[in-house]
């Protein structure tokens, strides 16, 4: 009797374990340019901002390497891709990125399931293209974004030509 109630106490924690994670995995080639990484594929759409959803997003990106803050409003989201196979996110992604992708029902994807990416956009990448066709909606949670000169950068650098320019010339007068 014993043993049956700790065989039956293991078995529900064995099928309530394995609801969090979907039936199908990732792959790296999954999106286009082929990510780094990736956590997933995770039962329903995670891409929201429930509080379980968000603990859930903060643990998936976690073990991609990235300690997001969970604050929902300080990302990127696309919504309403109806099944497209390209995603065009407003803000350039450059340098190591994290996003992620949840697929709906629909046919040729993993079936109602999300899906978190870190991938080297290198010097730029405006279009992510992803292998399944039943994207619903997707997230930007970071990118590097490249350091811009301010304006007192590019007149430091003309006074210093224009000095040397002055110097040369001074040197072909003597």
């Not at 000169?149 to 010339?169: D, H, I, K, N, R």
Request: net charge negative.
């Amino acid at each position: 009797m014993k043993c049956s109630r700790s065989f039956l106490a293991g078995a529900a924690a064995l099928c309530l374990a394995a609801s969090a994670q979907a039936q199908t995995v990732c792959s790296v080639t999954d999106i286009t340019p082929t990510a780094q990484a990736c956590a997933g594929f995770y039962n329903g759409n995670l891409l929201n901002g429930s509080p379980a959803d968000l603990t859930a997003q903060t643990s998936a990106l976690a073990l991609l390497g990235f300690a997001w803050d969970g604050n929902f409003n300080g990302v990127e989201k696309v919504e309403g891709l109806n099944g497209s196979q390209t995603v065009d996110f407003t803000t350039l992604l450059q340098g190591i990125s994290y996003v992620a992708f949840h697929f709906g029902n629909g046919q040729g994807g993993p079936g109602n399931a999300t899906a978190f990416y870190r991938l080297d956009a290198g010097a730029g990448v405006d279009v992510l293209t992803l292998a399944y066709n039943a994207s619903s909606n997707a997230v930007l949670y970071s990118t590097q974004v490249t350091a811009v000169p301010e304006p007192q950068t590019y007149a430091l650098m003309l006074a210093g030509l224009g000095v040397m320019g002055f110097m040369a010339s001074r040197r072909r007068q003597a």
